[in-house]
């Protein structure tokens, strides 16, 4: 770019008179987002999705557009699964589900305390 040598600034008329560079590398591939979204919301990982969309899977990593669209489809997924989860704990009494739940969120467990001092006598009620 042409410099002004007593200011030594760009004057608007020499930055005119510049021609307009040129983006080199690789042109900027279109990503269909919604198709990566989708993706993520049924749960495919960035290699599958790269794999599909022909893209590499450093792309959908460094595009900020790509990666908020992979991240919220992760995010939906794991929502969608909470409510399926708890719809059928809940709605449709499923038990092998409400133990699951209990245990994980409710931090219930099936195992008694294990005593392993056997010398202890066991409480007994009359």
Same mark, same amino acid.
């Given at each position: 770019?042409?410099?002004?040598?007593? %200011? /030594?600034?760009?004057?608007?008329?020499?930055?005119?008179?510049?021609? *307009?560079?040129?983006?080199? &590398?690789?042109?900027?591939?279109?990503?269909?987002?919604? *198709?990566?979204?989708?993706?993520?919301? =049924? &749960?495919? =990982? +960035?290699?599958?999705?790269?794999?599909?969309?022909?893209?590499?899977?450093?792309?959908?990593?460094?595009?900020?557009?790509?990666?908020?669209?992979?991240?919220?489809?992760?995010?939906?997924?794991? =929502?969608?699964?909470?409510?399926? +989860?708890? %719809?059928?704990?809940? /709605?449709?009494?499923?038990?092998?589900? @409400?133990?699951?739940?209990?245990?994980?969120?409710? &931090? +219930?467990?099936? @195992?008694?305390?294990?005593? %392993?001092?056997? /010398?202890?006598?066991?409480?007994?009620?009359?």
């Amino acid at each position: 770019m042409a410099h002004n040598k007593e %200011t /030594d600034t760009v004057t608007d008329e020499q930055a005119k008179q510049e021609p *307009a560079r040129t983006r080199r &590398g690789r042109p900027k591939k279109n990503i269909d987002l919604e *198709a990566v979204f989708k993706m993520a919301s =049924v &749960g495919c =990982v +960035m290699r599958e999705i790269s794999f599909i969309l022909d893209i590499h899977e450093d792309t959908i990593k460094r595009r900020e557009d790509c990666r908020e669209a992979y991240d919220r489809g992760v995010e939906n997924s794991k =929502v969608r699964l909470r409510k399926a +989860m708890f %719809t059928n704990a809940i /709605d449709k009494m499923v038990p092998s589900v @409400q133990i699951f739940l209990s245990k994980n969120i409710l &931090g +219930m467990s099936d @195992q008694g305390s294990h005593d %392993t001092d056997g /010398d202890n006598i066991l409480p007994w009620k009359d």
